[in-house]
């Protein structure tokens, strides 16, 4: 047998290989993970809650003179700039089916330092992570479902505003904005 009958032999061999299996029909209807009935594709509002709380809003809660819109996704980030004793990030973050019940277990077996207060009439969750003044998580139920969540940090060192503080006022500043 010459080369490229040899070439071409193996290469039918390969794709018979490759295909098999494939070739299976799944009767009944698609449905969206989850779902059974009619899907909303309309994504006219993705990301919106990246915006929830204006810029200047988000400096005034961090005691920064500028916050700046750094990465939109799963989650929403600001760099704080000109906080008294240095630079910050706050973070925000929405479970469309997350829980308290859920963000506690989730601390604790992070070992993080997780208390109840109220934020906007609502049992909440102040976290921080050990050892570190710097940081604090604010979790609160949303308005509709789920749970919001900000994390404010700000670079070590001290001077700073206290991040909880920071982290609650900018969870009550959404949940004003989410009614």
Partial sequence: MRAPAVVVAALAVVVGLSTAG??????????????????NMNFDKLLRECS??????????????????????AVCMWDLTGAPGGDGMATLNWYEMGS??????????????TSDINVQGRRSLQVRRPNDPDSCGVMAPAADTGIIGWWVNYRPG????DPCDAAKKLAELTLNLAR
Avoid: M, W
């Avoid at 988000?58 to 939109?72: C, M, P, R």
């Avoid at 308290?100 to 330092?113: H, P, S, T, V």
């Avoid at 001290?158 to 505003?161: A, F």
């Fill in 100 to 113: 308290l019940a859920n963000e506690k277990q989730n601390n604790d077996r992070l070992g993080y330092q």
């Fill in 22 to 39: 494939c070739g299976r029909t799944v009767t009944g209807t698609a449905q969206p993970a989850g779902g059974s009935g009619s899907v």
């Fill in 158 to 161: 001290g001077g700073h505003p």
């Fill in 52 to 73: 929830v709380v204006q810029l200047d809003e988000i400096a005034k809660a961090t005691g920064s003179a500028s916050a700046d819109s750094s990465f939109n996704g």
